[in-house]
């Protein structure tokens, strides 16, 4: 949810790039997501934005490495 909506103020501020910086403790686990991070990693990346996503992740699993390095590779 943070990466989607990172992404829609980059929108928003109509800017042609833009750099996110997601810091996790896990993996993703919002009752409110719909989608898995990294398919909106992915459409962020084709949105048009020159846009890079950083990840950091602190003591996470092995599942939450793979989310965060799916997103920061899309």
Do not use: H
Request: glycine share 10%; aromatic share 2%.
């Amino acid at each position: 949810l943070a990466l989607e909506k990172a992404g829609r103020d980059l929108e928003r501020a109509g800017g042609a790039r833009g750099v996110i910086l997601l810091v996790s403790d896990g993996e993703s686990n919002c009752p409110d997501q719909s989608r898995p991070p990294c398919d909106v990693a992915k459409e962020l990346a084709s949105s048009g934005i020159d846009i890079t996503v950083n990840t950091v992740g602190f003591q996470i699993s092995e599942v939450g490495r793979s989310e965060l390095r799916c997103i920061a590779e899309a």
